[in-house]
């Protein structure tokens, strides 16, 4: 049980080792596995280049944190299609350490997750362009589609379309506070910078949740230019864990008091959303009390077309 990195040493979580992994490889092909109960991430794609990973079935422990699915890092030119992911961490987590990532597209796979079922970050210090996330169906996951982006990369060309999610909360110590779509830029500590977040389109969405859309630029990373194109969006709660709280983690301000809204908006220049359906719940809706939520200071460029939100009858 030893670290992948140079020297073998290990710290803590680190020390558990991980399923199967590749380690500046070019061309390679995985299909037609199961992978069962891995103790720390399951598949990690390290510096590879056309890497193509297809019908194969991830199964981790729900309760084991870091217990990824596939972790891609610092790797291009990724294809990951038709896959099964039922695990107890992040499941699809793009990661930039020494390098970036460019053309990654996962397609036709099929997630459930105590944590983010696509999660950038949290490492990210390289660049993410050209991704394309499609036809995936997330079902009672703890957080659907995640960017966390702490240390100062820089995501581009981003796409999430024809997406099928549900998400529910599970536990409050676990990041997240089941959110559909999370898109936030921070820095991790007083020595990470921000980084940014642009040019990301979230096309043909459904999502069934327990919290609301969370967008949340910083001072040095403003988000921008961000398109929501038919999108539909359902708002009940069925757990009875604590609400009326707003998740930054990991690093920026932590747990924050705060009310539920469908569309929470911050540090944001540039957002268009287009034919976009929120429905509320008339059950628990005493912290439901703004389907858009903002300061103006921060926020610029808004356009909404065909934009509406109303409560439904259980």
């Not at 399923?19 to 399951?42: E, T």
């Not at 896959?83 to 459930?112: E, H, M, Q, R, V």
């Not at 268009?272 to 389907?291: A, G």
């Amino acid at each position: 049980m030893v670290s992948w990195n140079e020297t073998g040493a290990c710290l803590g979580d680190e020390c558990r080792p991980r399923l199967v992994g590749f380690i500046g490889c070019k061309n390679v092909r995985i299909w037609d596995v199961s992978f069962n109960q891995p103790a720390y991430w399951c598949l990690h794609i390290v510096r590879c280049e056309n890497t193509s990973i297809h019908d194969i079935s991830i199964y981790g422990d729900f309760n084991t944190p870091n217990n990824d699915g596939i972790d891609i890092e610092d790797s291009n030119n990724t294809l990951i299609t038709r896959c099964t992911i039922d695990t107890g961490d992040d499941a699809i987590c793009p990661k930039t350490y020494t390098g970036p990532i460019y053309n990654l597209t996962a397609t036709s796979c099929w997630i459930k997750t105590k944590s983010s079922a696509i999660k950038f970050g949290s490492a990210s210090w390289y660049a993410f362009k050209g991704l394309l996330f499609d036809n995936i169906t997330i079902v009672e996951s703890h957080r659907g589609l995640g960017l966390q982006i702490r240390d100062g990369g820089n995501v581009s060309d981003i796409t999430f379309s024809n997406i099928n999610i549900s998400t529910r909360y599970y536990d409050p110590s676990w990041w997240g506070r089941a959110e559909p779509i999370y898109i936030t830029t921070c820095p991790r500590d007083s020595n990470s910078k921000a980084g940014s977040i642009s040019n990301l389109q979230f096309i043909n969405i459904t999502a069934t949740s327990e919290n609301g859309v969370f967008l949340s630029g910083s001072e040095g990373g403003v988000l921008r230019n961000l398109k929501f194109l038919n999108v539909n969006l359902t708002y009940k709660r069925w757990t009875n864990y604590a609400d009326g709280l707003v998740d930054y983690r990991p690093g920026c301000q932590g747990l924050v008091n705060h009310s539920t809204a469908g569309f929470m908006m911050e540090h944001i220049d540039g957002l268009e959303v287009e034919n976009v359906n929120m429905r509320w719940s008339e059950e628990k809706t005493q912290l439901w009390n703004n389907p858009l939520y903002f300061r103006p200071s921060t926020v610029n460029n808004i356009s909404l077309l065909n934009f509406h939100s109303g409560l439904y009858k259980l």
